[in-house]
């Protein structure tokens, strides 16, 4: 596994010194190089929508039924039908992906980058997680899944399925794999998971599609379509939904990965830290072309319920070694 490259005593002092009196990176660990640093309270930042790829005419019908309403990431305020506008963490505005409501249905936003070293990459960001308030309805409203509304816990919360944070990685001769953690806040039966999960296969692609080794439909799981492909790590960590479905709490999230081993490394969610160094990272068989240096990094957001859930990021830090 790679190791951090420390720099000399005056220029690690140095660099700490500038980014205290940062408020705005102040809040987070980068590594030496920050290739990145978007908040959102000044726009999107390149983070767009994943959709899926299409033939050389132009023909959208191409695109997978799996990938092509992937919804794009939209500005937020964070306004909510009881409070009015909530806000960021820092300033206005948050990037936000919404699902439709429908069971399975997946909001995503992308950032393409390339490699241009191997080493330590480090992704940092913080995020809150809702599902959808809803007004009206009768006494049965006060149970979904396995919670039922007590003054404390609210039903909304089993209304919400999962979030993820992956990459999509390529390079020494076309040796393409993703890094991926999610966030399994109910299990498919919208009972409470809380629970870190990874895949154990590579992530189908449009040509394999194309092939016809593998078909998708419209709500399929984009990142490992068979639930039993997924395998927990670490133990359960609850989050704080706090409550009901308007109240935010920010949530600081910090993933490092290593692209010279092609593995992970570790997961901080809030005060939790895991170690992801026995978690495996599947390659795909196959080799790709014009992938050379891939850097993507993705946040998604999957509901398992007929209420649309939410993912907000506040603001997100990517940081190298190399």
């Given amino acids: 596994m790679s190791e951090a490259r420390s720099a000399p005593p005056a220029e690690s002092a140095f660099r700490s010194a500038l980014l205290s009196v940062d408020p705005r990176l102040s809040k987070f660990q980068p590594l030496s190089r920050i290739l990145a640093f978007d908040a959102f309270d000044s726009g999107t930042h390149g983070w767009t929508e994943l959709l899926g790829n299409y033939d050389?005419?132009?023909?959208?019908?191409?695109?997978?039924?799996?990938?092509?309403?992937?919804?794009?990431?939209?500005?937020s305020s964070c306004t909510f039908f009881d409070i009015g506008t909530h806000g960021a963490m820092t300033g206005t505005y948050a990037l936000k992906l919404a699902t439709r409501p429908i069971?399975?249905?997946?909001?995503?936003?992308?950032?393409?980058?390339?490699?241009?070293?191997?080493?330590?990459?480090?992704?940092?960001?913080?995020?809150?997680?809702?599902?959808?308030?809803?007004?009206?309805?009768?006494?049965e409203n006060d149970r979904f899944g396995d919670v039922v509304w007590d003054g404390n816990l609210?039903?909304?919360?089993?209304?919400?399925?999962?979030?993820?944070?992956?990459?999509?990685?390529?390079?020494?001769?076309?040796?393409?794999?993703?890094?991926?953690?999610?966030?399994?806040?109910?299990?498919?039966e919208n009972r409470m998971a809380r629970q870190w999960v990874y895949p154990t296969v590579p992530e189908p692609t449009p040509r394999e599609h194309l092939e016809g080794?593998?078909?998708?439909?419209?709500?399929?799981?984009?990142?490992?379509p068979d639930p039993e492909d997924w395998e927990p790590f670490g133990e359960p960590q609850e989050?704080?939904?706090?409550?009901?479905?308007?109240?935010?709490?920010?949530?600081?999230?910090?993933?490092?990965?290593d692209t010279e081993a092609r593995r992970n490394v570790e997961l901080q969610v809030g005060?939790?830290?895991?170690?992801?160094?026995?978690?495996?990272?599947?390659?795909?068989?196959?080799?790709?072309?014009?992938?050379?240096?891939?850097?993507?990094?993705y946040f998604s957001v999957r509901t398992h319920s007929a209420t649309r859930n939410f993912l907000f990021l506040d603001s997100v830090v990517i940081s190298v070694d190399w």
Avoid at 111 to 131: C, D, N, P, V
Avoid at 213 to 224: E, I, S
Avoid at 239 to 257: A, F, G, M, S
Avoid at 278 to 292: F, G, H, I, K, N
């Fill in 271 to 297: 005060d939790r830290v895991f170690d992801m160094r026995d978690v495996p990272v599947p390659p795909y068989a196959d080799r790709y072309d014009s992938l050379e240096n891939l850097l993507n990094f």
């Fill in 213 to 224: 080794k593998v078909k998708l439909g419209y709500a399929a799981d984009f990142t490992a």
């Fill in 154 to 188: 609210h039903p909304s919360e089993a209304q919400f399925g999962a979030f993820t944070v992956a990459t999509d990685l390529c390079g020494d001769g076309g040796l393409r794999y993703h890094t991926v953690a999610r966030y399994l806040n109910t299990d498919l």
């Fill in 103 to 139: 069971p399975g249905h997946t909001a995503t936003a992308i950032r393409r980058l390339t490699m241009s070293g191997r080493g330590l990459l480090q992704i940092e960001a913080y995020f809150t997680y809702k599902a959808e308030a809803t007004l009206g309805g009768g006494p």
């Fill in 56 to 75: 050389g005419r132009g023909d959208l019908d191409t695109v997978d039924d799996h990938m092509r309403d992937f919804r794009p990431p939209q500005l």
């Fill in 239 to 257: 989050l704080c939904y706090n409550e009901v479905p308007t109240k935010v709490n920010w949530h600081y999230l910090r993933w490092r990965i």
